[in-house]
């Protein structure tokens, strides 16, 4: 199994940034880039489920008929077991689908990470993995997608919260390395000191 490595941290290393495979990351939840239906799919959906086991669909399958019949809606975050993960739990939620000759839908990407970081602090977790929601089979361009991320999850940390580590994990060096080109994160320093 291929190790993950951090490869850059900000927010005084509340975010690490790493390069790997976020069902094995050991964290209080992972976050899944499901679809509405919830009931599984390719890419890290396909992944959670296959490794995550039996357990997690059926939870899924229940919040579908109690609380969302007409499926998730785009930027919602829902909370399973993990399974048989190392993580304890898994947020489900819904990014954007980018459509050719359409800006990205920012505020929604942003909501998948807000939301997901709420439900998180509900349950009171100290730590979260993210992969990078919406930039694979829904097409939300990396580049544009990593300055939305990055203002998204500092302005939940730096508003206060109980979750302590927010990870970014990215499955190549390259995706990596073209969110950490884009991103907006403040430099640890700055935002450690106060602001006039
Ligand atoms: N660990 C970390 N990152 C991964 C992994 C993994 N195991 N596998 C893929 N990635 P995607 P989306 C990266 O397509 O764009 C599914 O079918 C991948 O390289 O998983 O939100 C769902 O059911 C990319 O950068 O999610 C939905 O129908 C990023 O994770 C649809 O795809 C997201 O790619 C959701 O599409």
């Known amino acids: ?19 790997g495979d976020i069902t094995t990351q050991d ?12 009931l599984g799919g390719g890419g890290v959906d396909g992944a959670i489920h296959r490794q995550g086991g039996p357990r997690i669909l059926e939870e899924c399958r229940e919040i579908r008929r109690t609380r969302f ?9 829902v909370l399973t077991t993990g399974g ?21 839908d920012a505020t929604m990407l942003a909501a998948c990470y807000r939301n997901s970081l709420a439900l998180a602090a ?9 992969p990078a929601i919406s930039t694979g089979a829904y097409g939300y361009p990396a580049h544009q997608a990593a300055p939305v991320v990055s203002e998204a999850i500092e302005s939940v940390l730096t508003a206060g919260t109980v979750v302590r580590e927010v990870r970014l994990v990215f499955y190549s060096a390259d995706d990596a390395r073209t969110f950490l080109k884009h991103q907006r994160f403040a430099p640890s320093q700055a935002a450690n000191s106060p602001r006039s």
Do not use: W, Y
């Not at 964290?27 to 919830?38: H, K, M, P, W, Y």
């Not at 739990?89 to 459509?99: D, L, Q, R």
């Open 1 to 19: 199994m291929e190790q993950s490595q951090v490869i850059a941290a900000f927010l005084s290393g509340q975010v690490p940034v790493l390069v």
């Open 27 to 38: 964290v209080d939840a992972i976050v899944n880039a499901a679809n509405s239906t919830l």
């Open 69 to 77: 019949p007409q499926g998730l809606p785009t930027g919602d975050a």
């Open 84 to 104: 048989r993960l190392p993580a304890r739990h898994v947020i489900h939620t819904v990014g954007p689908i980018c459509g050719i000759g359409r800006e990205p």
């Open 122 to 130: 509900g349950h009171g977790f100290h730590s979260i993995a993210f």
